[in-house]
């Protein structure tokens, strides 16, 4: 067997789809993306053609690695996304061929079903109590929102008191055990990050993510020392190296790499086993499309360590296509309880609509993420 084509859709809401065709007929899907950059990620897609196509789809060690260390520069978001698309799709040639779901074919699963979070609040979080209450009526378990909007290095508290009052409003909602997490997002810069984390201890959440920039450590050994919250990081680190210094250094209780953007399947397996070893969670990223929460949950089948999966049904930024719009069978996830089923159909184990995906392709997309400023004029993380 030999792959013939790489084929890319732009499709809304803002993906990247991804179809590996091969000469016995068989094909494979992926989702190459880093949101905001779809373009240059079909871009890289497409370069990395030139290596793969005439190759052996079932060699998806020796083709990562070949994409990988095949050129001289290597890493970064674009790049390492394009691998984790085509990563993606590759498995879900073998399982076909072997007639087998991915997790099967990297030794089994070790659970059947994955707790899921629901979003809710947007990028301004607002209305969060009822949109809470809504989710757990609907069988969720855990919410993650949006802690702040734009905060500058030196801060005013009533942004800080706002904050605790948008999630004493959510545990006033919801119930005692009921998982509330709490995204940073990059916003806070270190000052505002210690009050913030310090004074969110009392609310027992779920965990608080990105509490600075990822590549801030010495930051995060900071926000380390004044709470007890569980720590989560990772969706914009995007190789096992990245990951080995938080690891090493203890500073994340719960890794979150993408599976669209860290390498795919094949590097995402050993960032979890890697994790395991230190006792870290992991809680891959998807706030994305079906095949990329499909890569994900083969993954979270065989992680032991996997303890709770992002997924974006009715996420603020579906708008007009959402997450099991694209899928031949939308049950195949199964939602119930606040759990996921683990796909268990040879591949990925879902079927895309190809027709559906190419009528949106006519469509396409050029999504990108708000530009903010501070009163000052500055710009500020988004």
Partial sequence: MKITRLETFLVPPRWLFLKVETDEGICGWGEPIVE????TVQAAVDELADVLVGQNPGHIEDLWQVMHRGGFYRGGAVFMSAIAGIDQALWDIKGKVLGAPVHSLLGGPCRDRMRVYSWIGGDRPAEVAAAASAAQQAGFTAIKMNATEEMTYLDVHSKIDAVLARVQAVRDATTPDFGIAVDFHGR??????????????????LFIEEPVLSENLEALREVRRVTSTPIA??????????FKAVLHEG???ILQPDLSHAGGITECRKIAAMAEAYDVAIAPHCPLGPIALAACLQVDAVAHNAAIQEQSLG?????GSDLLDYLTDP???GYSNGYVAIPTSPGLGIEVNEAFVREQARTGHRWRN?????????????
């Fill in 331 to 333: 049950a195949v996830f």
């Fill in 251 to 253: 500073l994340a209780d």
């Fill in 315 to 319: 996420i603020h930024y579906n708008q």
């Fill in 370 to 382: 708000p530009v903010w400023r501070h009163a000052d004029g500055s710009v500020a993380e988004w």
């Fill in 188 to 205: 806070v810069h270190l000052p505002m990050a210690r009050v913030l984390a310090r004074e969110l201890d009392a609310l027992r959440l």
């Fill in 233 to 242: 990081l990772g969706e914009r680190m995007y190789s096992r190296w990245e």
């Fill in 36 to 39: 905001g950059r779809a373009h």
